[in-house]
């Protein structure tokens, strides 16, 4: 595949057509976000990554998903106004995608191609609690829920895939955060 991530069309939640090539020598947390969702919480700690690592070239983007058991049904305004009222999200946000399935957007096919497997950091892996919810989970390489997590090197290589219940602030996490960041 010759195009990258950057040539990938996006549009930002406030609707202007954009693209991650705004992010070129960046490093990159791209997370399917939702609001509805038990791990919504998510989003304090992803801002909090944000803010203490963009000084260093950090860029976390969210990208607001209703596929996994309809968590994200607001609009572009309403999924905004969320998250800046809610979590103080000051981080990029884009319109709303389809992330599973055959109308996923080619933002994450490409990388789900990229990282077909997610680390998972928990005893019980997260396909094993969505099991216990009686949910029948995405085969791999689909995405399993909402805040799964791709780091994106700063000349745009999907580097790592954490499962859906890392936690922003995990060890793990910021240690690949942080080594990426270290390179130059």
Same mark, same amino acid.
């Given at each position: !595949?010759?195009?990258?991530?950057?040539?990938?069309?996006?549009?930002? #939640?406030?609707?202007?057509?954009? &693209? %991650?090539?705004?992010?070129?020598?960046?490093?990159?947390? /791209?997370?399917? /976000?939702?609001?509805?969702?038990?791990?919504?919480?998510?989003?304090?700690?992803?801002?909090?990554? *944000? $803010?203490? *690592?963009?000084?260093?070239? %950090?860029?976390? =983007?969210?990208?607001?998903?209703?596929?996994?058991? &309809?968590?994200?049904?607001?609009?572009?305004? $309403?999924?905004?106004?969320?998250?800046?009222?809610?979590?103080?999200?000051?981080?990029? !946000?884009?319109?709303?995608?389809?992330?599973?399935? @055959?109308?996923?957007?080619?933002?994450?096919?490409?990388?789900?191609?990229?990282? @077909?497997? =997610?680390?998972?950091?928990?005893?019980?892996?997260?396909?094993?609690?969505?099991?216990? *919810?009686?949910? $029948?989970?995405? @085969?791999?390489?689909?995405?399993?829920?909402?805040?799964?997590?791709?780091?994106? &090197?700063?000349?745009?290589?999907?580097?790592?895939?954490?499962?859906?219940?890392?936690? @922003?602030? =995990?060890?793990?996490?910021?240690? =690949? #955060?942080?080594?990426?960041?270290?390179? &130059?």
């Amino acid at each position: !595949m010759s195009a990258t991530i950057y040539d990938i069309p996006v549009r930002k #939640i406030t609707g202007a057509d954009a &693209s %991650l090539a705004e992010f070129k020598g960046k490093v990159l947390l /791209v997370v399917n /976000v939702a609001s509805k969702c038990g791990l919504t919480p998510q989003y304090e700690g992803l801002e909090n990554v *944000y $803010e203490q *690592y963009r000084g260093q070239g %950090l860029v976390v =983007a969210g990208f607001p998903a209703n596929d996994f058991k &309809s968590q994200e049904p607001g609009t572009d305004e $309403e999924i905004q106004s969320f998250c800046t009222g809610n979590f103080g999200v000051k981080f990029p !946000m884009f319109s709303k995608i389809t992330v599973v399935g @055959p109308e996923k957007h080619p933002l994450y096919a490409a990388l789900i191609a990229a990282q @077909p497997k =997610a680390v998972s950091l928990s005893e019980v892996p997260f396909r094993e609690k969505l099991k216990g *919810y009686g949910i $029948e989970a995405n @085969p791999e390489p689909e995405l399993l829920w909402n805040f799964e997590k791709f780091l994106v &090197s700063r000349e745009g290589v999907v580097v790592q895939r954490f499962s859906p219940d890392t936690a @922003p602030d =995990a060890p793990e996490l910021i240690a =690949a #955060i942080e080594a990426e960041l270290a390179k &130059s």
